[in-house]
Structure formats: C-alpha cells, structure tokens
C-alpha cells in the first residue's frame, strides 16, 4: 500500500521526538524558563518555519511534475514534521504543570527544580538538577522528575542516605547539598 494511504495516529508525536511519554495519571511539570522555551519554539514554527517551508512547496508545485520535483517532495515531507512537532508542543503546553522552584529557595528538602549534590557510598559526588521531561538534558547534568534518581531524591533532606535502585543493583547515596534558583530581584 502506498505510504499517502495511511494515517498518520497521534501516538507518533510523542515517538518521533524522542522525547518519552508521558506516564499515566502524571502532570508534566515544567520550569517557568521551560515552558517558556517550549512556547517560544512552537511560536516560531507557526509564524517563521511553516509559512516559509509553504511558499517552497507552493513554488516546487507550479514547476510542473511533482513526482520528481526534489523541493516539493522535500518540502512537503519537511511540512508533516513541522506540523507532528506543532501537535506535539500544543499537546506538551496544554498538559504543563508550570512549578518555580524559586519559591524553594532557601530549603534543604528536594523539590522540582531543586539541584542536588549526592555522594555515592564509593566516594563519588554527583550533581544534578531535576527538571521536567520536555527540558531535562543528561549532558548538562539535569535529569527528568520521573528519573529513578530524582524519584529517589524528591522529598530527601541533606544528610538523608537513601537506597537508590539500579539495574546494577542498589546503590546507597547520601544527600550532601540542595539549592534552588534565587527568586528574581533578590
């Protein structure tokens, strides 16, 4: 069967980001500055990146013969990519749960938006932050909310020693520091 005759299901915006889905019956938290990137993406997509991908494919489609019309049939696989991200993102910011951890500032228990400094039991330190599933980036040190470590960490104090599972088995850790944004103006 030719690919234009199949449907495309919603369940494909949350796979063809690479991001994960969302667990059932949880809120997507997000940070205020995450969100606000988010939004800022989408935004961008809808006014700069469709309307220009559009005016190349209305371009490549009055160039005669589509069927091997490179910038038509580019264009128009570059259009279904913006428009799965556009449901994805519209999906993502309808269901967000913006939290400031600002509002923890000051505090020793682990919250969203809280970064930690743990100990394993060999000696090494760890830091991370915990952010949102959509904003968490394991190369600058930020893990999701519903990561083992952070489900682990939420709710600890420093100086907790708590058991962290882990494929390898469990690991002990302990709570060393935890801080928060500053609040602006302060």
């Not at 969100?35 to 005016?55: C, F, G, Q, S, T």
């Not at 259009?79 to 994805?88: K, S």
């Not at 882990?166 to 944004?181: K, Q, R």
């Amino acid at each position: 069967m030719s690919k234009a005759f199949t449907k495309e299901t919603d369940n494909d915006d949350d796979e063809a980001s690479g991001l994960p889905a969302l667990p059932a019956g949880t809120k997507n938290y997000m940070t205020p500055a995450g969100y606000a990137r988010l939004k800022h993406e989408l935004l961008w997509l809808i006014d700069d990146e469709r309307p220009k991908i559009v005016d190349i494919v209305h371009w490549a489609a009055s160039n005669g013969d589509r069927s091997e019309n490179g910038d038509y049939l580019y264009g128009k696989k570059r259009l279904r990519e913006i428009d799965r991200r556009i449901r994805f993102l519209t999906k993502r910011l309808e269901a967000a749960e913006v939290a400031d951890p600002c509002i923890h500032h000051g505090s020793d228990q682990v919250f969203f938006g809280a970064t930690v400094t743990y100990a394993e039991a060999q000696g090494v330190e760890r830091t991370i932050t915990i952010l949102g599933i959509d904003e968490a980036d394991s190369l600058q040190g930020q893990v999701s909310w519903i990561s083992p470590i952070a489900r682990t960490l939420l709710k600890s104090r420093v100086g907790d020693e708590l058991k962290l599972h882990t494929p390898a088995g469990v690991v002990d850790i302990e709570v060393l520091d935890v801080s928060y944004p500053a609040p602006d103006g302060s």
